[in-house]
C-alpha cells in the first residue's frame, strides 16, 4: 500500500500512541482489501455504539484507545447505545449492563464522538453531498449513504470503524472505486397497481425481497413510483441491508448516479434480471409474519427501526387523531435525542405520551439487554429490519403492517388480517 509521508509519520508515533494503534489497524485491514493507498474523509460513523455488540473486549479496546491519547480527527456520529438513560429501569434492563453500557459511552465521548446515538445520523446532522468520501459504518446509514445521498463508503466493520475515525482515513477499495459501484442484477416491478407502495412498510417489504437475492451485489430496481420519498428509500435500504449485505442499490430516476438504467449499469448489459410481480411481494410478506412466540401475551408495536425523523414520527401523532392506545399495549417510537428535542419544542412529545407512547431515545429494541425482559409476545412493526431480527433473536411473534395499521393495532388492542 502506498502510504504518504503524513501517514508514515502517523505509523511512526509521532502523533501518538493512540493515533498510531489505530492507523496500525486501518493499514492491515486495508491491505486485506488489496488497497492501493488510504483516502482522507471528513466525516465519519462509529456503528460500534451498543455495547450489546461489542461487549467487555470492545469496551476495552475503546478504553485503551481513550488511555493512549487517541481523538476522533474528524466530525464523528455513532450509532445507538444499549440503554436509555431515563427508561432502563422501566425496560428491565440489569444495573450492571447499564453500567458498561454507559462506561462506553463516556469512553466514546472522551475520544471526541459527537453523542448522537443514532443509525440515522443523516436525519439530524448536515448529510455527507455527492461524490464525498467518509467512513461509515451501520448496516442501513451506509446503504443510504450510496443510494439516496450518493455519497461513496463501504460497509465497515465494527471497530475498525473507530480507528478509521480516529486515522482519519479509510482504505480506497470497494466502493469508493466509481467501477465497483455498477448495478449488477435488474429487479423490474411490474403490474402493481396503485395502492402499492404508499407506506414505508411496502419499501421494507420490497427492500427484504431484493436484499434476498442479491446478497452483497448491487441491484437496480426500475418501476418505482415517482412519489418515492426519502423516508420510503430508508426503509428500503435498512431490509435490503438486512435480509442481504446490500450497501448500494440504484432506484433508477432516485438514486443520484442513477437517472437512468444505462447509467446504473454503467453502459453494461450482461446483469441477471429479475421480474417482481404483486404475487412475489404478497409471498415475502406473509413469510414475514412469524406466529412464534404468540401464545405469551401482550402486543408491542415498535416504529423506529432505523429511528425516524421529526416528520415521521409528526405523522404517527396525527395518526392518533386524539385516540390513545388500549390498555397493556406497548407503543414503542424510537429515535434520536436529537429528534425528541425537536418534539419536545414542538409540543408533540408530551401529546404522544398522553396518547400512550414511549418514546425510546439513543438506543432501539434490538441494542437492548436482555432480550427476555421485552414486556409482550407479539411485535407489530413496519420495519423489515425488526421482522429479519426480532423473532429469531427474541422468540417473539411479528407482524408486518402498514404506519396507519400499526397505529390502529395500538388503539384497538388487535391486530387485523
Ligand atoms: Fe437502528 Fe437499531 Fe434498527 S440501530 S436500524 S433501530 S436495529
New binding site residues.
Partial sequence: MNLTRDEQRILEGKQGEGRRVAMELVVKFGRLYQAQRLVEVKNAHIDAGAYSTIWDSGLDFVESLVQKGARVAVPTTI??CSHDQDNWQRLGQPEEFVRRSHRLKQAYLRLGVSPTWT?APYECTSAPSFGEVVSWS?S?AVNYLNSVLGARSNRLPDLVDVCCAVAGRVPEYGLLLPQQRAGQLLFELREFPDPYFRDASDYAVLGYLVGEIAGSRVPVVLGLPQRTTKADLKAFS?ASASSGAVALFHAVGHTPESPSLEAAFQGRRDYESYVVTPRQFQEVKERLTVSRGQSRPGLGIIL????LSFSEIAEIHALFRGQRTAPGVEFWI?TSRTVCHLLEEAGLRSQLEEAGALLIKDT?V??LSPLTAWPFGTIVTNSG?IAQYGPGVCGVGLVLASTAQCVQAAISGRVEG
Avoid at 304 to 307: A, K, L, N, S, Y
Wanted: hydrophobic content about 15%.
Fill in positions: 450509532n445507538p443509525c451501520e442501513n435498512a423506529g427501526c432505523p429511528h424510537q432501539c434490538l441494542e429490519k
